[in-house]
């Protein structure tokens, strides 16, 4: 079969973010509620080794996207997974990607629902389907002023929730009661070994998110320098701020109290009534807002080349003055608040959407394993360059670690949605296969190694 022509095209100019933006869009993307509310379950499942599940989680979440530093650390990306899968492994795939992401873009109404529920904790009056539709909205306009103003946005908020999450920990830690550093005291590791596994499954998907900073790479100042940078400094201040969490979480109150129980619960007894509610704000809410601003600018971006390259219409790659996407956007924008205002339940969707991501690593897989071949000078000029072998083993390593959650997530979900999922994968190959033989699909370059 004939395949697509590829364009080469130049570079694009730096762009505006540098190290500090970057580093806030890491963060402000991985750090969600699930710091809020995850702490009580895992409790029930390991007791006081709850941070230590988290510890472990923030490493295999590391291990799970860690060719992504080097592969960023050696091509400048403009389309994320998308560019990649486009310039690494085939055309069809990164069709087959480009449709399949509209899955993702539903997240933003769970988003949008799980900050009003906290705004609905201080104000009980507020209906928390509304509070959901008017922060899509206002992030919806903050996109809509160019990634500039969406990046000074997200360092701010993102500055004020680590101040949150710090203001936690360090005064909780002096009322800290149980015996947290005590491997054999009573209610360490208090589901076995299973329990532990199970609870650091349950925090894995809180920890990798920081690997959507490669989106950025067209809008990156110093692409190859400063994205891997950013998803670098985010594995330590994750385990500063997690473990930190956990460990004020699992040890002020008895376990008996907290399990199954958010966070704010001990927030409660540990901060005085305005410092509760600067936690609220700085905390839950503010970490929602950060996912929330940061996915609708991400979401953009693999979507806008599948547009350029025909795989979608390219009339919605439009762009303002700004340079905002101004359709995808609204796209994006409609996909959040629909589910709000005619009262969907998402959960079930979303659930697919785990499983789809952990089958989509193989592609991730085979585009990894050609980077060496296909940028071999590159590949040598990257500051994070390491012997092939070795870097060969990395990515194996990362894909059985893939594997190891694709197992939990299928053990997890029920036939309905492992079926509804094996067949939503079908039709995106499908689409891949098919759309890759019109002559609107010509793929431009959006991945350059210089």
Same mark, same amino acid.
């Given at each position: 079969?004939?395949?697509?022509?590829?364009?080469?095209?130049?570079?694009?100019?730096?762009?505006?973010?540098?190290?500090?933006?970057?580093?806030?869009?890491? *963060?402000?993307?991985? *750090?969600?509620?699930?710091?809020?509310?995850?702490?009580?379950?895992?409790? +029930?499942?390991?007791?006081?080794?709850?941070?230590?599940?988290?510890? $472990?989680?923030?490493?295999?979440?590391?291990? !799970?996207?860690?060719?992504? $530093?080097?592969?960023?650390?050696?091509?400048?990306?403009?389309?994320?997974?998308?560019?990649?899968?486009?310039?690494?492994?085939?055309?069809?795939?990164?069709?087959?990607?480009?449709?399949?992401?509209?899955?993702?873009?539903?997240?933003?109404?769970?988003?949008?629902?799980?900050?009003?529920?906290?705004?609905?904790?201080?104000?009980?009056?507020?209906?928390?389907?509304?509070?959901?539709?008017?922060?899509?909205?206002?992030?919806? $306009?903050?996109?809509?002023?160019?990634?500039?103003?969406?990046?000074?946005?997200?360092?701010?908020?993102?500055?004020?929730?680590?101040?949150?999450?710090?203001?936690?920990?360090?005064?909780?830690?002096?009322?800290?009661?149980?015996?947290?550093?005590?491997?054999?005291?009573?209610?360490?590791?208090?589901?076995?070994?299973?329990?532990?596994?199970? /609870?650091?499954?349950?925090?894995?998907?809180?920890?990798?998110?920081?690997?959507?900073?490669?989106?950025?790479?067209?809008? /990156?100042?110093?692409?190859?320098?400063? *994205?891997?940078? /950013?998803?670098?400094?985010?594995?330590?201040?994750?385990?500063?701020?997690? #473990?930190?969490?956990?460990?004020?979480?699992?040890? $002020?109150?008895?376990?008996?109290?907290?399990?199954?129980? &958010?966070?704010?619960?001990? +927030?409660?007894?540990?901060?005085?009534?305005?410092?509760?509610?600067?936690?609220?704000?700085?905390?839950?809410?503010?970490?929602?807002?950060?996912?929330?601003?940061?996915?609708?600018?991400?979401? #953009?971006?693999?979507?806008?080349?599948?547009?350029?390259?025909?795989?979608? &219409?390219?009339?919605?790659?439009?762009?303002?003055?700004?340079?905002?996407?101004?359709? *995808?956007?609204?796209?994006?924008?409609?996909?959040?608040?629909?589910?709000?205002?005619?009262?969907?339940?998402?959960?079930?969707?979303?659930?697919?959407?785990?499983?789809?991501?952990?089958?989509?690593?193989?592609?991730?897989?085979?585009?990894? !394993?050609?980077? &060496?071949?296909?940028?071999?000078?590159?590949?040598?000029?990257?500051?994070?360059? !390491?012997?092939?072998?070795?870097?060969?083993?990395?990515?194996?390593?990362?894909?059985?670690?893939?594997?190891?959650?694709?197992?939990?997530?299928?053990?997890?979900?029920?036939?309905?949605?492992?079926? +509804?999922?094996?067949?939503?994968?079908?039709?995106?190959?499908?689409?891949?296969? !098919?759309?890759?033989?019109?002559?609107?699909?010509?793929?431009?370059?959006?991945?350059?190694?210089?």
């Amino acid at each position: 079969m004939k395949e697509s022509k590829v364009t080469r095209v130049s570079a694009p100019p730096p762009g505006p973010l540098g190290k500090p933006e970057l580093y806030a869009l890491s *963060i402000g993307q991985v *750090i969600g509620a699930g710091i809020i509310t995850l702490i009580g379950p895992a409790i +029930a499942l390991t007791g006081l080794s709850t941070w230590l599940a988290y510890f $472990v989680a923030i490493l295999l979440g590391f291990v !799970l996207i860690m060719p992504v $530093v080097f592969v960023t650390s050696t091509l400048r990306l403009g389309g994320g997974y998308y560019s990649m899968l486009a310039g690494l492994a085939s055309e069809k795939i990164a069709g087959m990607y480009a449709v399949a992401f509209f899955t993702q873009m539903i997240s933003m109404s769970l988003f949008g629902l799980s900050l009003g529920i906290y705004a609905k904790s201080l104000w009980p009056s507020l209906n928390e389907r509304a509070v959901g539709i008017v922060f899509i909205t206002l992030f919806f $306009v903050i996109n809509l002023g160019g990634v500039d103003i969406m990046a000074q946005a997200q360092k701010y908020m993102t500055w004020v929730l680590i101040a949150a999450l710090m203001m936690f920990i360090v005064l909780g830690i002096f009322k800290i009661q149980n015996p947290i550093f005590d491997f054999n005291a009573e209610g360490y590791f208090s589901g076995g070994t299973s329990g532990f596994i199970g /609870a650091v499954y349950l925090f894995v998907y809180s920890t990798y998110g920081y690997s959507l900073t490669m989106n950025y790479g067209r809008d /990156a100042r110093n692409a190859k320098r400063d *994205i891997p940078w /950013a998803m670098l400094m985010s594995v330590p201040t994750l385990i500063i701020l997690y #473990c930190g969490v956990a460990i004020v979480g699992s040890g $002020v109150l008895g376990l008996d109290v907290v399990v199954n129980q &958010p966070l704010t619960l001990v +927030a409660k007894h540990i901060l005085p009534g305005p410092l509760f509610i600067a936690f609220i704000v700085g905390g839950p809410i503010c970490a929602l807002m950060t996912t929330m601003n940061s996915s609708m600018a991400y979401n #953009c971006v693999p979507v806008a080349q599948a547009c350029k390259d025909g795989w979608l &219409p390219k009339g919605l790659a439009k762009q303002n003055k700004r340079g905002a996407y101004t359709r *995808i956007l609204t796209i994006v924008y409609l996909i959040g608040i629909i589910p709000l205002v005619l009262d969907f339940s998402v959960t079930a969707i979303t659930s697919n959407i785990m499983l789809f991501n952990a089958c989509l690593s193989i592609l991730y897989t085979y585009a990894y !394993l050609r980077m &060496p071949k296909k940028f071999p000078e590159a590949w040598k000029k990257s500051r994070l360059h !390491l012997p092939d072998k070795l870097y060969y083993v990395l990515v194996i390593i990362s894909f059985v670690a893939y594997m190891t959650v694709l197992l939990h997530s299928i053990s997890t979900l029920s036939l309905p949605v492992v079926v +509804a999922s094996i067949v939503a994968i079908g039709g995106c190959m499908a689409f891949g296969f !098919l759309r890759s033989k019109n002559p609107n699909v010509h793929v431009e370059t959006s991945m350059w190694d210089e």
